[in-house]
């Protein structure tokens, strides 16, 4: 009969084979298919894992900076005097016709206009002082972030013969840097400590410490140490650009945050040449400051490779020096630093002393009101500047004394 089951199954035997075939292609695909899947997901959940964004950073506003002397530290103040503007920061100002924070005796918070007052609630501490943590402590936030600043000490010690040539006994009895470095002690005596400090370890003296002390392993070491615990970060004036990038990343902040023109630097024709045997006996005559600038110049390069690495490094420098220049472009009409005599506007004339040649800058003409703002803030002098920012926070006091007109007699609008 054409119904018979077992006939019909005999008669259709090929199509059996077409169908079973069929059906065992369809499962080698599916299994396929649920495989690649499962992998495709697997592949998404690590790009997923990898793409999470990091915890973002927040720009650190409670920020101590210890100015050393002769380290492009006059820079790093404009750049923090800017920064303290943009985010209506408050600043710790010296008090009342003091111009530095009681320099060079030992920090102590009283020295802080408005301290008493105002307490443990200023964001920006940048003046020069010697260094004093617990007093800094009873002025700044728990969270403030501590930096400073080195120098080669052999460039930085033939700065400060020229720069304070008059007011250093040690200095101003010899005829020249490669004179007095001949037989120091014939010029540099104890009993002028005050006035002689620039001639001697001077950067160890900014951190609170002898700078005519024993030049002790043990004791050097001790001090190393507790200048690593006291400050998250100290950077090397040789290595500015690269520092200022450093400092970028450290406290999340912009790039032109950190842009800067070059402020407190001296014409080229008062630099005086060392002898080789002169650069020899800086280390010597300044082994405190040469271990202090060794030791962290170390840390400085190592603190790069750990968190930023030379590759980045390199781009964002060039990044930095690249707007550094559509600045001077905007703001200069020289392009460039000029010497005193050929500043016209006297309100932006640096502070001249000793024998330099204080180089400052000719803004453009016409420039409107915004741009204009921005670029007298580029270019001026860390004794106006700080006097402005002082009459905008104590409205109320005595206007610091320069002895110089004032580009801005009022606070500016933002």
Not at 245 to 253: D, G, N, S, T, V
Not at 329 to 355: H, M, R, W, Y
């Amino acid at each position: 009969s054409d119904k018979n089951p077992l006939k019909l199954f005999f008669f259709s035997r090929p199509a059996r084979c077409l169908i079973i075939f069929s059906l065992c292609l369809g499962l080698t695909f599916l299994s396929g298919f649920f495989h690649m899947k499962n992998k495709n997901y697997k592949i998404s959940k690590s790009q997923e894992e990898l793409l999470i964004p990091p915890t973002p950073c927040h720009a650190k506003t409670n920020v101590m900076f210890l100015k050393t002397h002769k380290t492009a530290s006059s820079t790093v103040l404009n750049i923090m005097y800017r920064f303290a503007e943009r985010y209506n920061l408050t600043v710790a100002l010296p008090t009342d016709q003091l111009f530095h924070l009681g320099y060079p005796s030992t920090f102590l918070a009283r020295f802080v206009e408005g301290f008493e007052a105002i307490g443990q609630n200023y964001n920006i501490m940048c003046n020069h002082l010697r260094f004093n943590l617990s007093e800094v402590q009873k002025v700044m936030a728990a969270n403030t972030f501590y930096f400073s600043i080195l120098r080669n000490p052999i460039r930085l010690l033939e700065s400060s013969y020229i720069y304070y040539k008059h007011n250093v006994p040690a200095f101003s009895r010899s005829k020249d840097v490669n004179e007095f470095l001949a037989s120091p002690t014939k010029y540099y005596h104890p009993a002028d400590y005050r006035q002689n400090i620039y001639a001697r370890n001077i950067m160890w003296f900014d951190f609170g410490y002898n700078n005519n002390a024993k030049d002790d392993p043990e004791y050097t070491q001790a001090v190393l140490e507790e200048i690593e615990q006291n400050f998250q970060l100290i950077l090397i004036a040789d290595y500015f650009d690269e520092s200022m990038i450093l400092l970028k990343h450290a406290l999340c902040w912009d790039l032109d945050d950190v842009i800067y023109f070059k402020l407190n630097s001296r014409s080229h024709d008062t630099v005086q040449t060392l002898t080789l045997e002169s650069e020899e006996r800086i280390k010597t005559w300044c082994s405190l400051d040469w271990k202090l600038y060794l030791h962290f110049n170390q840390s400085f390069w190592r603190r790069i490779e750990e968190t930023i690495g030379l590759e980045v490094l390199e781009k964002e420098v060039n990044q930095l020096r690249a707007r550094q220049k559509e600045l001077m472009e905007t703001c200069l009409s020289e392009q460039e630093a000029v010497g005193k005599d050929n500043i016209s506007n006297k309100a932006l004339l640096p502070f001249q002393s000793g024998v330099a040649n204080i180089l400052g800058y000719n803004l453009k003409q016409d420039l409107d009101n915004r741009t204009l703002r921005t670029c007298q803030q580029m270019v001026m002098p860390e004794l106006q500047y700080m006097s402005y920012l002082y009459a905008v926070q104590h409205p109320h006091k005595r206007r610091k004394e320069l002895g110089l007109p004032l580009l801005w007699t009022r606070p500016q609008e933002k």
